[in-house]
């Protein structure tokens, strides 16, 4: 694809968001979004998870699934890859700021399962991406997802001041507020589309 990584960043933040325009890693953002300070841990997480699993996705996919002709098997091996990432970012965080990760809990190991890593790892292949790009649209991703759930923890953390009807209580009004800011995004759709 002809199209500039630094572009690619930008547009994977605003106008190609992966959360907010393919509703992708909803699980985690709707659960971990309560507080500002874990969605702000779960976010750099994921954005780091993003950034190192796409290159290592690329290079599996063209130096060892392409040349033996094996990439049938790049939903399998890409799984794994993420797996074993998540699992090593999972022991330096509970060695190094246990707060952090007794405050994400189960939702730290969930990064692996998150549909957002697994379908940036997916997008790049599909949309035949260079390496550059593909390390640009990871981290655009991921910094896009973290502004994402920032945003949704920042307004869920005031709307606790607020009487909210019963039946739209949690995740009602979260999705709600989700919808508006996706619909809020889509006022950056002329600026660049990678899609």
Avoid at 65 to 87: K, R, S
Avoid at 161 to 188: N, R, V
């Amino acid at each position: 694809m002809d199209i500039s990584a630094f572009l690619l960043f930008w547009a994977a933040i605003f106008t190609s968001n992966i959360l907010l325009t393919n509703f992708l890693g909803m699980c985690s953002y709707l659960s971990v979004s309560k507080e500002v300070e874990s969605s702000v841990g779960l976010g750099i997480a994921v954005t780091f998870v993003l950034v190192f699993t796409t290159a290592l996705n690329w290079l599996v996919y063209h130096y060892i699934l392409l040349p033996f002709n094996i990439e049938y098997l790049q939903y399998i091996v890409f799984i794994i890859v993420i797996a074993a990432f998540v699992q090593l970012l999972e022991l330096l965080i509970e060695r190094y700021t246990p707060a952090l990760y007794y405050t994400l809990g189960i939702f730290l190991p969930l990064i692996t399962v998150n549909c957002a890593i697994f379908g940036v790892s997916l997008f790049m292949i599909i949309r035949n991406y260079d390496f550059l790009q593909s390390i640009a649209f990871g981290a655009g991703s991921g910094l896009g997802w973290l502004l994402a759930i920032l945003m949704l923890a920042g307004i869920r953390s005031k709307l606790k001041e607020k009487l909210i009807p019963i039946g739209l209580q949690g995740a009602g009004i979260s999705l709600i507020i989700t919808g508006i800011m996706a619909l809020a995004f889509i006022g950056f759709s002329g600026v660049a589309t990678i899609q």
